[in-house]
């Protein structure tokens, strides 16, 4: 496929699918939804757990539904891939709490990759795929997705929060302002395979050097 310009892409809103999709051939080892990958990870023995530390993995994510989130181990980290339901996007789309975020353009480059600097800080707007690690101290955030419950108030629209010393970001990991995170949630390179097959741990730029993006 033709090398774009990932960052002068504007996603698509308007198609009920909200899609860029970025498609290629490469065929490799697909893992499946995670609640198997992760336990795959760990079985296996400490000289294949070594092997596979600095590699990128491959997950079939095509059973993931609307509003529903996987978590994966990349690295020895937790990796979330987060399907976005329609009222999701919706809430996003209308960046209601931007005033609120600390870098809502995510202009802090060392958080995600060039082709994730978006609203979306996604290749594709429907799957956010980003580190579960709070940038404060390190703790794994809650997924919240429900809207204003209690203990968030009436201003919350879903999105995650650090139990820790209470962070909180939006549904792209931004960052609220005011908690004691300094950064949005990082997001890995990544890039898909197929419209539901998506490897972490390569970025779509490199994929695409490489012919495989
Ligand atoms: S580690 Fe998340 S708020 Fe402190």
Redesign the pocket.
């Known amino acids: 496929m033709s090398n774009i310009d990932l960052a002068s892409v504007t996603l698509p809103v308007d198609d009920g699918r909200r899609r860029l999709l970025i498609a290629a051939t490469s065929t490799v080892a697909v893992v499946g939804l995670a609640a198997v990958a992760v336990p795959f990870i760990r079985s296996m023995d400490p000289s294949q757990k070594a092997m596979t530390a600095g590699a990128s993995i491959t997950v079939d994510i095509g059973k993931l539904e609307y509003g529903q989130q996987m978590t994966l181990e990349w690295r020895g980290k937790p990796v979330w891939v987060l399907r976005r339901s329609e009222e999701m996007l919706n809430i996003m789309e209308t960046e209601k709490h931007r005033a609120r975020l600390r870098d809502p353009d995510s202009k802090e480059l060392t958080q995600q990759p060039g082709y994730a600097q978006n609203v979306y800080r996604a290749i594709e707007a429907e799957y956010f795929v980003v580190i579960g690690i ?6 794994v ?1 809650n997924f919240r997705p429900d809207i204003a419950p209690e203990d968030l108030g009436p201003e919350w629209d879903g999105g995650y929060y ?6 909180l970001y939006d549904l792209s990991g931004r960052v609220y302002r005011g ?3 300094p950064s949005n949630l990082v997001v890995p390179p990544y890039h898909f395979h197929a419209a539901m097959v998506v490897e972490i741990g390569v970025g779509y730029d490199d994929a695409v050097q490489n012919g495989k993006g």
């Not at 650090?162 to 962070?167: Q, R, T």
């Open positions: 709070c940038t404060h101290l390190g703790c955030p650090c139990p820790c010393h209470g962070s908690v004691p995170a």
